[in-house]
């Protein structure tokens, strides 16, 4: 049996995440003592290490609950309906993978495009490229051209 700060030490998180599980009813204390106390079990920390583990790998709250569900009543589950769950959120997360990706590439060309000097931000071509509508980016120092290949090389000042 343990006490709520006893759980939380041994599973290296707050009371205050416990209680937070609590709320969202991942979590219940097995019984309260007489002072209100929550009081857990060794079956109550399993299912906290099994919250912390599936957390850990990128379930949300409400996944989680899923997962849960199914842990409790696995005889009616079958394995490809838990391998759905972390399939779907694999695909979820190459799809964040790709925007990132994409984000990524476009914050380069806008940096490599930007001289990034001390000159007045009047003609700043990251601040150009996003009023534009248009993905070229345009050289920040207008004293030499690029050609349209050479947008997101880094400008030079000639000189």
């Known amino acids: 049996m343990y006490r709520i700060g006893e759980l ?3 599973c290296e998180v707050k009371a205050d995440t416990l209680r937070f599980y609590e709320k969202h009813g991942l979590l219940s204390p097995s019984s309260r ?4 106390y929550r009081i857990y079990t060794e079956s109550d920390a399993e299912r906290l290490r099994f919250i912390l ?4 790998v990128g379930f949300t709250l409400s996944e989680i609950t899923e997962l849960l569900s199914i842990e409790l009543d696995k005889s009616n589950w079958a394995c490809a309906d838990v391998k759905g769950l972390v399939d779907s959120k694999l695909t979820h997360v190459n799809d964040k ?3 990132l990706k994409h984000f990524q590439i476009s914050l380069q060309r806008l940096s490599d495009a930007c001289c990034g000097g001390p000159e ?4 700043c071509s990251i601040l150009e490229a996003l009023e534009s ?3 070229k980016i345009k050289c920040e120092n207008h ?3 690029h050609d349209e290949s050479q947008y997101t090389k880094k400008c030079k000042s000639k000189g």
């Open 133 to 135: 509508n248009t993905d």
């Open 120 to 123: 007045s931000a009047e003609h």
């Open 33 to 36: 003592t007489e002072s209100g």
């Open 8 to 10: 939380a030490k041994q």
């Open 97 to 99: 993978i790709a925007e």
């Open 143 to 145: 004293g030499h051209h």
């Open 53 to 56: 583990r599936a957390k850990a």
